[in-house]
């Protein structure tokens, strides 16, 4: 066990909270590892501890993968306000800014706020009163619930099993970052019963042919330019420009931006890749999705690397001001790759 007194620590959280309604938050749409953990949270709670109701809350959009291992799993996640929880257990978040839409309400809840995560708090920490168990030792927070599961003395059951191996298996990049520890817990996981290729099966969902069609023009048509050591991908399609601009990132820029015409106006959705965010501080979010929505007649938002913006303009002026906008931040002028 990498740590003793967080595991204990969880265990105790948790058999305190008998009897209670609990909302489990996960970052913004979730993945494996949030999810797993989640689901495995909701069932201790459930099955063990006796809660008066455990709801699993993923905010903003789940991308395709994430709701087929729900589906799998047969876990219904909720959408809507949180509404009267006496607990609300932030999962896998790494910062407040990630519980999205609820931020709000996670903040004015009339109760406990507890975090259980496996990334570093956020600078200057979490709120006070926030009850925080983090961990930067473990790979996942699913290998977290593995040590919670033991110390409470629950025998996982083999949808426990699985939801923690996904969790684990994607986190670890496909168990490239797995370390002895993890890969004992793997094998573990198999002895419940877990069929590695069956789950992982799972959420290896086809994508839609217009998706697959939508990403392939987004390519075709990208700009690429470069700001030092930066290199910053456009693109226009009239639909999915979310799994677009996740595309033009996994080719291999830093940044992405995907703009369509929506409604009557634009929408741009922006990602970046973590070591941007990590060595620039530009924040997508608040540095350009935000400022775009204002000053163009609209609103727009996220987080670091993921934000979204609607606006009252064309997507060529929409991208031209996303471009001046990270010029500014990043105090040097692109060129056309
Ligand atoms: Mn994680």
Not at 108 to 128: E, L, M, T, W
């Amino acid at each position: 066990m990498r740590d003793k007194a967080l595991i204990e620590g969880i265990g105790h959280f948790l058999r305190s909270i008998g009897g209670k309604r609990v909302a489990i938050v996960t970052h913004v749409g979730g993945d494996a590892d949030a999810v797993g953990a989640a689901y495995v949270i909701k069932r201790l709670l459930e099955e063990t501890v006796g809660c008066a109701g455990v709801y699993i809350y993923v905010p903003d959009e789940t991308s395709a993968p994430v709701r087929a291992m729900a589906r799998y799993l047969k876990l219904d996640l909720s959408s809507g306000a949180i509404g009267e929880a006496d607990v609300v257990i932030l999962v896998d978040v790494g910062s407040l800014e990630q519980a999205g839409d609820y931020l709000k309400e996670v903040m004015r809840i009339n109760g406990k706020v507890c975090v259980i995560d496996h990334h570093a708090p956020p600078q200057g920490g979490y709120p006070q009163g926030f009850l925080v168990f983090v961990s930067e030792s473990y790979r996942a927070v699913c290998e977290i619930l593995m040590d919670v599961a033991q110390t409470m003395d629950v025998k996982l059951d083999t949808l426990e099993a699985e939801a923690l191996f996904l969790g684990i298996y994607y986190d670890t990049a496909r168990l490239s970052l797995a370390d002895q520890e993890t890969m004992g817990k793997v094998c573990e996981l198999v002895r419940l019963g877990v069929n590695p290729s069956k789950s992982i099966q799972s959420m290896e969902v086809p994508i839609d042919l217009s998706e697959r069609i939508a990403r392939l023009k987004g390519a075709m048509r990208m700009n690429l330019y470069r700001i030092g050591e930066w290199l910053i991908a456009t693109s226009q399609v009239s639909s999915f420009q979310t799994p677009v601009a996740r595309a033009l990132l996994s080719l291999g820029c830093h940044v992405s931006l995907v703009a369509g015409e929506y409604k009557d106006g634009t929408v741009v959705s922006m990602r970046a890749q973590q070591d941007f965010f990590n060595k620039t501080g530009v924040n997508l979010g608040r540095d350009v999705a935000q400022i775009v929505g204002t000053r163009l007649g609209g609103y727009g938002g996220g987080h670091s690397t993921a934000a979204r913006v609607y606006c009252k303009s064309t997507p060529d002026k929409a991208i031209e001001l996303c471009l001046s906008l990270l010029e500014g931040s990043l105090g040097e002028r692109l060129s056309r790759v």
